[in-house]
Nanobody, 125 residues
Framework: QVQLVESGGGLVQAGGSLRLSCAAS????????MGWFRQAPGKEREFVAA????????YYADFVKGRFTISRDNAKNTMYLQMNSLKPEDTAVYYC??????????????????WGQGTQVTVSS
């Protein structure tokens, strides 16, 4: 079992920045691929970014490339999402996800076994 807890969401003006954190606990000794997804009101959950087990590889959805950066600190069992140049359309609940015992990059929801409870990000215009 892996427990994931997101934090760092909030209200920010367009053009501003936020950094989300995802703290993992439980079965954290093994390698673990991780990712961020988001769900806006009335929309399906969508992929945002993914990172491999070591942090050496990352992958982003086109709509966040150049603005968001995913990273991880395995010593702290924590993953991050630095979000810059935020837009009102980035408003959503952001979820982190984990896939223990896997090493690569994964972009589908059903690739992941564990999910956090989500953190709200609201960008005002």
């Amino acid at each position: 079992q892996v427990q994931l807890v997101e934090s760092g969401g909030g209200l920010v003006q367009a053009g501003g920045s936020l950094r989300l954190s995802c703290a993992a606990s439980g079965r954290t000794k093994s390698a673990c691929a991780m990712g961020w997804f988001r769900q806006a009101p009335g929309k399906e959950r969508e992929f945002v970014a993914a990172i491999n087990w070591s942090g050496s590889r990352t992958y982003y959805a086109d709509f966040v490339k150049g603005r968001f950066t995913i990273s991880r600190d395995n010593a702290k069992n924590t993953m991050y999402l630095q979000m810059n140049s935020l837009k009102p359309e980035d408003t959503a609940v952001y979820y982190c996800a984990a896939r223990p015992d896997y090493y690569g990059i994964y972009v589908r929801e059903n690739n992941y076994d564990y999910w956090g409870q989500g953190t709200q990000v609201t960008v005002s215009s």
